[in-house]
């Protein structure tokens, strides 16, 4: 079932590990078949040199197993949350990269000071609110995926592919699997850009417009940017 997702999404996780973005097992990437309501995702705690295609689950947009002998991912609620959220999105990516933790860890938004930053988000790669202890110790996979959510009230998914959750770590998603390591190893990427760059100048400014024209380059119907 679903054998040529399972290894779109085996070959995403060792993606993570190629990048640099995991030590352990500390991630976990996932992808939906929108046509069955199916997800693949990888299996909890397997590391990642042991495991293999056919470890991955797959499951129900209720979380219920439909094949696989392995329990998936811890997070997995979370995942579920973000697929019923964002309807345009086909892969989720979870990390605890150095840099996108350090600003997840620190409670703030990575900024949008950069054309590099620009051609993947179009704003801020916001930062979720503190989650209540009710939320904390109750369904708490699935509240992170609420709190996910909620902070994207106002904002476009699609527009801006990634969030911090608070004292936590990065989730990226994207068109499919591939596409959401791709926008983690970017976000990554300009969260530590971004550390040095405030280091380097504290009170540095950005020029919004071109923020813009670097964006909509590559996004929307007036792109422009590759083949």
């Keep these: 079932m679903l054998e040529t997702l399972k290894k779109e999404v085996f070959q995403a996780n060792l993606d993570l590990v190629k990048h640099g973005l995991v030590i352990f097992t500390w991630g976990n990437v996932s992808a939906i078949d929108r046509a069955s309501g199916l997800v693949v995702i990888k299996p909890s705690g397997i590391s990642y040199d042991e495991m293999k295609a056919e470890d991955m689950v797959?499951?129900?947009?209720?979380?219920?197993?439909?094949?696989?002998?392995?329990?998936?991912?811890?997070?997995?609620?979370?995942?579920?949350?973000?697929?019923?959220?964002?309807?345009n999105?086909?892969?989720?990516?979870?990390?605890?990269?150095?840099?996108?933790?350090?600003?997840?860890?620190?409670?703030?938004?990575?900024?949008?000071?950069?054309?590099?930053?620009?051609?993947y988000f179009s704003d801020a790669i916001p930062c979720?609110?503190?989650?209540?202890?009710?939320?904390?110790?109750?369904?708490?996979?699935?509240?992170?995926?609420?709190?996910?959510?909620d902070c994207f009230n106002g904002k476009n998914p699609d527009f801006i592919p990634g969030v911090l959750v608070k004292n936590?770590?990065?989730?990226?998603?994207?068109?499919?699997?591939?596409?959401?390591?791709?926008?983690?190893?970017?976000?990554e990427q300009v969260g530590k850009m971004a550390y040095i760059a405030y280091g380097i100048n504290p009170n540095l400014t950005m020029n919004k417009h071109l923020i813009t024209k670097h964006f909509y380059r590559k996004h929307g119907p007036g792109a422009y940017y590759g083949q």
């Design 168 to 187: 936590h770590g990065p989730f990226s998603w994207g068109k499919n699997a591939h596409d959401a390591v791709h926008n983690a190893v970017v976000m």
């Design 58 to 87: 797959v499951i129900d947009l209720d979380g219920k197993i439909i094949e696989g002998k392995l329990k998936p991912s811890s997070d997995t609620a979370t995942h579920l949350i973000i697929y019923k959220a964002f309807p």
């Design 128 to 149: 979720t609110r503190d989650m209540t202890q009710a939320e904390v110790e109750g369904e708490y996979e699935l509240e992170t995926g609420n709190v996910i959510v």
């Design 89 to 119: 999105i086909g892969g989720i990516v979870h990390t605890h990269s150095t840099y996108a933790t350090a600003w997840a860890q620190a409670g703030c938004d990575i900024p949008n000071i950069g054309t590099t930053h620009a051609d």
